[in-house]
């Protein structure tokens, strides 16, 4: 029952603003001064990289390789 009423006020809330007024108003979003990048994988510029988990050598790619913390074999 404190859950429906909750939704209900939730509801009564998003109805009122509109989706740009919620975009604007979010503190989700970000520009380029908030921004950092602090770790770069080798995958990224590797020919045999399928996304985020998926190598074309290896199958699924080792965390090793993926936080740098042992070189490629491949890139040796």
């Given at each position: 029952m404190?859950?429906?009423?909750?939704?209900?006020?939730?509801?009564?809330v998003d109805e009122e603003?509109?989706?740009?007024?919620l975009r604007e108003n979010s503190s989700m979003n970000a520009d380029c001064s908030t921004i950092?990048?602090?770790?770069?994988?080798?995958c990224v510029e590797c020919p045999y990289n399928k996304g985020a988990?998926?190598?074309?050598?290896?199958?699924?790619k080792p965390s090793k390789y993926m936080s740098n913390s042992e070189e490629c074999p491949r890139e040796k």
């Open positions: 404190a859950n429906e009423n909750n939704n209900e006020e939730i509801m009564e603003l509109t989706e740009e007024e950092e990048v602090v770790l770069v994988p080798q988990i998926d190598c074309g050598i290896f199958g699924e």
